[in-house]
């Protein structure tokens, strides 16, 4: 075998074996589970350690996103994978119009009986780690209760 054919076969070794470790430690993305599908309503927000009282505000999952709707109005629809294995469950918004078109929300979120809280990050930057609008990295928490179809 020539050089070269033995540098090619090394180097695509190395790239398969490169991938499949990096691959090894992607958390696995799901759809949005059915118990979380289905239309939430605004219960409260907390921005910067302060809270906020909407009236006017839900949201509606389906298998693959969720819009937000304010006074009946979609102002946001992204698209939303899950990963259920990770402590607290993590979930990844793509926003798809607007003006954070195409940017990614990283959250995470816990789910008690019909009631949903979700922790939002910043756009385009990491997770929030706890349920707390007042620390660093996470811009709100908002709690949603599951409304009766």
Known sequence: MNRFAEWLLITA????????????????????????????????TGEGGKSKNYTDRSIVFDEKEYRFIVKDLVVRRAAVSVNLSAKPTEMDQLHHFGPNKGQVMKCIFKLEN???TIASGFYQEGRPTAFDS??????????????KE
Not at 22 to 37: D, F, T, V, Y
Not at 134 to 147: E, I, L, N
């Open 13 to 44: 070794a190395m790239v398969v074996v490169t991938a499949t470790l990096l691959s090894a430690h992607e958390p696995k993305q799901e759809a949005i589970p059915a118990a979380l599908q289905g239309k939430w309503a605004l219960v409260s």
């Open 114 to 116: 019909d009631t949903l």
């Open 134 to 147: 007042s620390k660093p990295g996470c811009s709100s928490v908002t709690v949603w209760k599951r409304q």
